[in-house]
């Protein structure tokens, strides 16, 4: 799936630290999958302010990532967790159309 700059920082967030082993071992290799390289890192000058990221929009590049059965039903739970809590915000728009693309909440 090709995930933007925004869309691995969201994923990042709201991926779960608990869970049962299967999960916390895909957790751990998305979140491998999701990290940004030193060379990335240099292209796109992430900055973090507080609980913000900052990026150079212009270096934006969107990346393939392989995402596993597993993997995406954990994204879709935390999602659809969220939208049940109502702690969504518009910055998940874009993520929730991408794993959840005929609305089921």
Same mark, same amino acid.
Request: aromatic fraction near 14%; charge should be negative.
């Given at each position: 799936m090709l995930l933007s700059v925004k869309d691995r920082i969201l994923?990042?967030?709201?991926?779960p630290s608990e869970g049962d082993i299967l999960s916390l071992r895909t957790v751990r $290799?998305?979140? /491998? &999958?999701?990290?940004?390289?030193?060379d990335e890192n240099r292209e796109l000058k992430i900055q973090q302010t507080g609980p913000s990221y900052h990026w150079d929009p212009a270096a934006d590049k969107l990346k393939e990532v392989e995402l596993s059965g597993i993997a995406q039903a954990i994204i879709k739970n935390a999602l659809k967790r969220m939208? /049940?809590? $109502?702690s969504l915000t518009v910055d998940h728009i874009d993520l929730? &159309?991408?794993?959840?693309?005929?609305? /089921?909440g």
């Open positions: 994923l990042f967030t709201l991926l $290799k998305l979140r /491998e &999958d999701l990290a940004f390289s030193d939208n /049940e809590n $109502k929730w &159309d991408k794993f959840i693309p005929n609305g /089921e």
